[in-house]
């Protein structure tokens, strides 16, 4: 089983930075693709993915101001968030993914003011 804990949600105005950060506990693979989702009006959206070879994936509107990485000895992915704006705000989800299956962390808010 896996257990997934976020932290660093929390209030920012537009053009600033937060950090999330995600504990993975449990039997972690090294197989395991980890990453980042937003919940959005009736759908959870892929913000950010990354390998546990530093292979990493972002959705479009997120690249060049969010920075995801792992670390695979402590089990924990971040999510750099830089340049924020008010459309970032959402619930953020830690997210692991094992084949089909997902694992999911219980959320963090983030909010943009402008």
């Known amino acids: 089983q896996v257990q997934l804990v976020e932290s660093g949600g929390g209030l920012v105005q537009a053009g600033g930075s937060l950090r999330l950060s995600c504990a993975a506990s449990?039997?972690?693979?090294?197989?395991?693709?980890m990453g980042w989702y937003r919940q959005a009006p009736g759908r959870r959206d892929l913000v950010a993915t990354i390998?546990?070879?530093?292979?990493?994936n972002y959705r479009d509107s997120v690249k060049g101001r969010f920075t995801i990485s792992r670390d695979n000895a402590k089990n924990t992915v971040l999510l750099q968030m830089n340049s924020l704006k008010p459309e970032d705000t959402a619930v953020y989800y830690c997210a692991l993914r094992r084949s089909s299956r997902f694992y999911w962390g219980q959320g963090t808010q983030v909010t943009v003011s402008s």
């Open positions: 449990g039997s972690i693979s090294s197989s395991d693709v």
């Open positions: 390998t546990s070879g530093g292979s990493t």
